[in-house]
T-cell receptor, first 116, second 114 residues
């Protein structure tokens, strides 16, 4: 597709369930980012991939959060044993260049996760 | 410490009036600066960016922003607001001091009254 695609669009999980969120970046984009956006807040960085390598995972809030991009294209963000504080919109972004310093990010529409 | 500050949570302007949204960043010798817009239920769309050179940059939808190093600011402006500009606006900063990521402000919600 032409843009970054995320699925599912909405996800409701009971506390303690595991969830998996998918991101299809723009074809050929080297860099892929995951951000978490809580209600009323700006996006907060979670993790960064350059191709299949996870170069920065400093923003992952706990070891319940895990991300992968095994073939350097599609990425999955997994959250184990979800907690209510995990409720947020999870945004994926990609870029044709490495890093995010000097290249604009192209964002998907996000996955809204609600943990009940 | 907050790296990007957007001091106005909400701003309301009349259609046709001018607009200025404020953004200040904490540090960075050579920051890369961005403004994004987010409509409800949508992802973020890039309005404009500043990397170097002319400190006044033009973006899409008639927006512009001015980088002022002495004030560590990158304010977004539009001479005449349209009702369709109602959305949330995010300032973001990147660069060596910020690692491999863009750091976003908390956003400013723009309401346009007719």
């Amino acid at each position: 597709g032409a843009g970054v695609s995320q699925s599912p669009r909405y996800k409701v999980a009971k506390r303690g369930q595991d969830v998996a969120l998918r991101c299809d970046p723009i074809s050929g984009h080297v860099s892929l980012f995951w951000y978490q956006q809580a209600l009323g807040q700006g996006p907060e960085f979670l993790t960064y991939f350059q191709n299949e390598a996870q170069l920065d995972k400093s923003g992952l809030p706990s070891d319940r959060f895990f991300a992968e991009r095994p073939e350097g294209s599609v990425s999955t963000l997994k959250i184990q044993r979800t907690q209510q504080e995990d409720s947020a919109v999870y945004l994926c972004a990609s870029s044709s260049r490495t890093g995010a310093g000097d290249s604009p990010l192209h964002f998907g529409n996000g996955t809204r996760l609600t943990v009940t | 410490a907050q790296s990007v500050t957007q001091p106005d949570i909400h701003i309301t302007v009349s259609e046709g009036a001018s607009l200025e949204l404020r953004c200040n960043y904490s540090y960075g010798a050579t920051p890369y600066l961005f403004w994004y817009v987010q409509s409800p239920g949508q992802g973020l769309q890039l309005l404009l960016k500043y990397f170097s050179g002319d400190t006044l940059v033009q973006g899409i939808k008639g927006f512009e922003a001015e980088f002022k190093r002495s004030q560590s600011s990158f304010n977004l402006r539009k001479p005449s607001v349209h009702w369709s500009d109602a959305a949330e606006y995010f300032c973001a900063v990147g660069g060596m001091e910020y690692g491999n990521k863009l750091v976003f402000g908390a956003g400013t919600i723009l309401r346009v009254k007719s």
